[in-house]
């Protein structure tokens, strides 16, 4: 993912389950990603995650996130 360089980013961070079923229900976690200029990495977690996306914090502590991806299965 890229954004704007004018922005000033504080961290970003992939948040993701392995869990299904209700999406209140399940176990979400993050891990940090890697923020170069006005680029964001991340190396998705082993088992790929069920559901994963990305947000990014400014730092003012606006925070944009990317929409959800599904992972293994669709689920």
């Known amino acids: 993912t ?3 360089k004018s922005a000033y980013v ?6 993701f389950t392995n869990d299904s079923g209700k ?3 399940r176990l979400w976690q993050s ?3 890697k923020v170069e200029g006005n680029r964001v990495f991340v ?3 082993s ?10 914090t ?3 502590g606006n925070i944009v996130t990317t929409e959800h ?3 293994v299965d669709g689920r």
């Open 43 to 45: 190396e998705l977690p």
């Open 23 to 25: 999406w209140q229900d």
């Open 47 to 56: 088992p790929r995650p069920t559901v994963f996306h990305l947000a990014v």
């Open 2 to 4: 890229h954004f704007d």
């Open 10 to 15: 504080a961290k970003a961070e992939l948040y």
């Open 31 to 33: 891990v940090p990603a």
């Open 69 to 71: 991806r599904l992972g």
């Open 58 to 60: 400014d730092k003012d």
